[in-house]
């Protein structure tokens, strides 16, 4: 009898769904009244509407009915279908009314976070200034900006705090897309577009300037002329000499610096 119970339970099991998720239903959106697989289907079809006026996104939180693809019968969000009692989802939060048939994702609901997320519980931490859940590995090892993930990404501009997009934490503690990042690299772009701040060891092309602002040799008029300058990098200003080729700091030996005053001449 268990058997045969469990048996129902898995019918359908990955066999139904969308190109986001395995599951055996979909949701009526409150919003439109209509029906879709999940509620990045809804947004990704509204989003496309010719009038921009009609163009919406689906709260999570509000949906009330889910059908059942395998037997159709429409009823309230709940994890086992009222008619034919298959699991709907493997994976089902009553608060996101999230369903979802592939368990290796590791999905977990974050209640401080109030969405569900996925990776494992155990592979993640929230941290509460951040507004956040970040990999264990950044416990006590990253900067933290307050509610740095509550904002869109600097390069494709898509909102991060729900994004199904791996997103990577900076050094300065500003986030983005993990995608985005690695193109931002690619295109030799070293400093955090929000702050400005050098995201990777820039040691080596800073010995390299050194380098070439020894072998060259500046005009005469602009040889003693100083400006002031403010680091990026460390936020220090100090007042150095001008050169074609770059400002250093003084305090931190960057090169990621931006002159806030311009040549003079010394007196």
Request: net charge negative; with cysteine; hydrophobic share 25%.
């Amino acid at each position: 009898m268990e058997d045969s119970c469990n048996e129902r339970l898995d019918f359908g099991k990955m066999g139904y769904g969308c190109k986001h998720y395995r599951r055996r239903c979909r949701i009526r959106a409150p919003c439109c009244n209509e029906v879709f697989d999940c509620r990045h289907c809804h947004n990704e079809a509204t989003s496309s509407l010719h009038n921009v006026f009609d163009r919406h996104e689906l709260v999570r939180y509000d949906v009330k009915q889910v059908i059942c693809s395998v037997c159709d019968t429409e009823q309230p969000v709940a994890r086992v279908c009222t008619n034919c009692g298959v699991n709907m989802g493997e994976y089902f939060c009553e608060v996101c009314k999230f369903y979802d048939d592939d368990l290796d994702k590791g999905q977990f609901h974050c209640d401080d976070c109030g969405i569900c997320r996925v990776g494992g519980r155990e592979n993640f931490f929230h941290c509460s200034r951040c507004g956040s859940c970040y990999s264990v590995s950044l416990r006590n090892n990253h900067s933290c900006v307050e509610n740095s993930m509550r904002h869109h990404c600097p390069i494709c501009y898509e909102y991060l705090f729900d994004s199904l997009k791996d997103t990577t934490v900076l050094k300065c503690g500003h986030t983005m897309h993990t995608e985005c990042y690695h193109e931002m690299i690619k295109r030799d772009k070293c400093c955090c577009p929000i702050c400005s701040r050098s995201i990777i060891d820039m040691s080596r092309a800073w010995r390299r300037m050194d380098e070439e602002i020894e072998e060259t040799i500046m005009p005469e008029n602009l040889r003693y002329k100083k400006v002031w300058i403010l680091c990026n990098d460390c936020n220090d200003t100090t007042e150095v000499f001008f050169h074609i080729i770059g400002q250093k700091c003084r305090h931190c030996e960057s090169y990621n610096t931006r002159m806030i005053a311009p040549p003079v001449l010394p007196q």
